[in-house]
């Protein structure tokens, strides 16, 4: 299922949600100035390269490569699927959270998913981009808080496709599965010399979001007192 929207109002603009999408598109511009081999030379000194963050883990170097490789993107496809994802989930999720817990969500996830892959593959040389992991940290976040909210999304029946309004807990959860069985069917396939999908990254991520999340509610009020029950359509 490709989602295009969730029925889940929120109560307040989206700011931080919007700067991160903003940020991310930005980013991807200027990639798109520059030559294949600038770019490739970008990615090599300024994104995660697994092998040189296994070597150097604790240093302020590889904390600023993890930051700049959250917002760096392979291609058009890449980056409009992991906007997509953060556009329809984002909202709700900093609405609930509030902007401070939000990002620190967002980042910490990140992060999670970036030490998960190289965790997988630490002799890696090829660079790790995109800002799937952290995005995955937000999903999991709404899969936890609003599991029964209606999300609106396209399926693909060979030729044609159909709209469908299911759960967020059975779009996510299904996307959470793909992801464990594809990184499970992706364990000792080399990368050394090529690209691919960072799965244990997605994975990482999303445990990350949905342990986060249960630790600010135990631990921390709701941002500006208690909050009214969010409203959606359930099921």
């Known amino acids: 299922m490709l989602p295009i929207r969730d029925v889940n109002p929120t109560r307040r603009a989206p700011i ?3 700067a991160l999408l903003a940020a991310n598109v930005i980013v991807f511009l200027i990639q798109l ?5 600038e770019l490739f030379t970008t990615f090599i000194n300024d994104a995660v390269v697994p092998l040189r963050l296994s070597q150097n883990l604790f240093s302020v170097d590889s904390l600023v490569d993890m930051i700049r490789s959250m917002f760096f993107h392979g291609g058009w496809l ?28 967002y980042f910490a996830s990140g992060f999670a ?25 937000v999903l999991g976040s709404y899969a936890l808080m609003f599991p029964r909210a209606g ?28 992801q464990l069985f594809s990184g499970a069917m992706s364990l000792g396939v080399t990368t050394a010399t090529g690209g691919g999908v960072a799965f244990f990254a997605h994975i ?4 990350v979001g949905v342990g986060l999340t249960l630790l600010f509610r135990l631990v ?16």
Request: glycine share 12%; no cysteine.
């Open 78 to 105: 890449h980056l409009l699927s992991n906007m997509l994802y953060l556009w329809i989930f984002g909202d709700n999720v900093e609405d609930q959270l509030g902007k401070v817990l939000f990002l620190i969500l």
């Open 113 to 137: 998913a970036i030490l998960a892959q190289v965790a997988i593959d630490p002799t890696s040389t090829v660079p790790l981009v995109g800002a799937s992991g952290a995005i995955a940290g």
């Open 16 to 18: 931080l949600t919007y």
């Open 204 to 207: 990482g991520g999303f445990v």
């Open 33 to 37: 100035g520059m030559s294949e081999r």
């Open 220 to 235: 921390l009020p709701p941002p500006g007192g208690s909050r009214p029950q969010p409203v959606y359509r359930r099921y």
């Open 151 to 178: 999300v609106r999304g396209l399926v693909f029946l060979g030729f044609f496709a159909q709209f469908v309004e299911l759960p967020a807990l059975v779009v996510l959860g299904f996307w959470f599965v793909t």
